[in-house]
């Protein structure tokens, strides 16, 4: 009861001071009498009733998502943040044309980012296609000059050429030998582009010049850096004389042997078969000889025989004291310690010992068990050069691996157990020269120079 005095008269003062108060007196949901008094604010012109407060939370939602979104539009997100009316804010017309300005300037850089891919893929495709072109074209070219003087129109792609240990006519010789400036004293006895020109069927005589290298083929991928091609001068069945192998010789397991029918097959890289070796070889080192693939297995001072036509080894033998993995390379390195070769007379191996402190020694070999036969000490540094091989029984050496004019510049003959020095011009083509092997056969030196597979023509001369 006091408390309802208290209100009555407390609106009666306020009544007094001109402000209208309005008493009223009701039930509660309880059944109690209650006063209330009702007064205008003086200062206030409507009460912040609670309603209020999510609307103010809202607002500042919105303001905290359009602030964002505008750091990340700073940031060049692309403001992925919310858009438009999302989160419950809106953007005016300029911040709206300028976002789909962005969007649709993103959108054509993605689509001009396209065209310039598939543009590209479109010339690298025309890259490759010209590159072979040019490739056919400059292999035909060589072939064309290295062959133009052949008698009766003879020429590549034609009837296949005899033998190459049948003798040819003096008149072809003496065109070769015009043509090349070879002095006449010499004319009868020569040995010209890989065709015997005396009464010896096996047509022997001293290296007397290299041609230009020719090009067969290009390996493409970083494993071709360096490797070995090679064909078979006495093949067995079913291979013939133009099978070709190759063996791309860089990375430590090395166990893929390239088998192609004919060199062509070999210029457009898709082979025959392949042959995985039971052991992997070691660098540049490997012959192909009586139907047998000769190599040096990695690690080892052995050589081996794989059987092509049982694809196993049928044959491997240390070679006494030969340094290996590094011990006596060839100027080039590559772990090229023990090499081997074929010549008109059969196998050999050309290596260095601790005994031969550094020199070149050179073993012929028994092609099917792998027995030394006899051996020979040369006074040439096997360090000092950067290749060699063997023509008729006597060494041949390289003077560089690299420089573009090189010079084949020692010889030593087994026959006479003597060495000379020589300046026959070698030419470095590509600047990489790590394989270099005579085919007797062929009569031509095969030849991997930086990834590109190429013979040189050579010409003999009896002393």
Known sequence: MLGALLLFWWGLALGCRGEKAFLRRADDSTGRCTYSFSVASPVEAACPDAGGVPELRAELASLAARLSRLESR????????????EAGGTWDPQQTASA????????????????????????????????????S???EITRLRANRCLPGGEGPGRDPPPSRWDPQP?????????????????????????R???????????LVWVGEPIVFGRAESIAGKYGVWMKDPE???PFTRETTWRVDAVGTEVRQLFQYEAAEQLARGYPAKVHILPRPLESTGAVIYRGGFFFQPRRSRAVARYDLRGEAVTAEKEIPGAGYHGQYPYAWGGYTDIDLAVDETGLWVIYSTEKARGAIVLSKLNPETLEIQRTWETNIRK????????????????????????????????????????????????RYLSMVDYNPTERQLFAWDSFNMVTYPVRLSHA
Do not use: M
């Open 74 to 85: 700073e940031r060049g997100t692309g403001g992925s943040g919310p858009r438009g009316n």
């Open 235 to 237: 093949p067995v069945p």
């Open 383 to 430: 360090r000092g050069v950067a290749n060699s091989f063997v023509i008729c029984g006597t060494l041949y050496t390289v003077s560089s691996y690299s420089t573009p004019n090189a010079t084949i510049n020692f010889a030593y003959d087994t026959a006479t157990g003597a060495s000379r020095t020589l300046s026959i011009p070698f030419e470095n083509r590509f």
């Open 100 to 135: 789909a300005r962005l969007e649709a300037a993103y959108s054509e850089l993605l689509r001009a980012k396209s065209r310039l891919e598939e543009e590209k893929v479109r010339l690298e495709k025309e890259k490759e296609e010209l590159g072979r072109r040019l490739e």
């Open 137 to 139: 074209s400059a292999q």
């Open 196 to 206: 015997p020109g005396g009464e010896d069927s096996a047509g022997c005589g001293e």
């Open 170 to 194: 003096l008149a072809y010789q003496e065109l070769q030998s015009e043509r090349t400036e070879v002095p006449v004293s010499r004319l009868l006895e020569e040995t010209t582009l890989g």
